[in-house]
C-alpha cells in the first residue's frame, strides 16, 4: 500500500521561510516525476513545482521562481520544498504528488498524493 506524507508546514511571518518534506512508503520516488501543489480556500489547485525522472531542470510556477526550491533525496525516499521569503498570498494546503511525468496544468498524471500540510504566511 502508498503511502505519501508531507510535514513542515505551518505559521510563519511574511518575509520567513520554511521547508516541506514528503515522504513515501510503498514507491520510491525516483521512479516518478515528483511535484508539490497548493490550493488555497475557494481557489483552484495550482501547481507549485515538479522534477521529471529524469532529474531534469525543474518547473517553478512563476509566483514562486527565485523563492522556492524542490529537491529530494533518493535515498531518503522524500521530497522537499524550500520556500523562502514567503507572502500572505502563499497561504494554502501543500500537497505532494508522484506521477508519470509533470502533468502540473492538470494533476492528471500524478497518481499518489497526499494529505497536505497547511502554510500559513501573516503579514
Known amino acids: 500500500q502508498v503511502q505519501v506524507v508531507e510535514s513542515g508546514g505551518g505559521l510563519v511571518q511574511a518575509g520567513g521561510s520554511l521547508r516541506l518534506s514528503c515522504t513515501a512508503s510503498g514507491l520510491s520516488f525516483a521512479d516518478y516525476a515528483v511535484a508539490w501543489f497548493r490550493q488555497a480556500p475557494g481557489k483552484v489547485r495550482e501547481g507549485v513545482s515538479c522534477i521529471s525522472r529524469s532529474n531534469g531542470n525543474p518547473w517553478y510556477a512563476d509566483s514562486v521562481k527565485g523563492r522556492f526550491a524542490i529537491s529530494r533525496d533518493n535515498a531518503k525516499n522524500t521530497l522537499y520544498l524550500q520556500m523562502n521569503s514567503l507572502k500572505p498570498e502563499d497561504t494554502a494546503m501543500y500537497y505532494c504528488?508522484?506521477?508519470?511525468?509533470?502533468?502540473?496544468?492538470?494533476?492528471?498524471?500524478?497518481?499518489?498524493w497526499g494529505q497536505g500540510t497547511q502554510v500559513t504566511v501573516s503579514s
Open positions: 504528488a508522484a506521477g508519470t511525468r509533470c502533468d502540473v496544468v492538470t494533476g492528471r498524471a500524478f497518481k499518489y
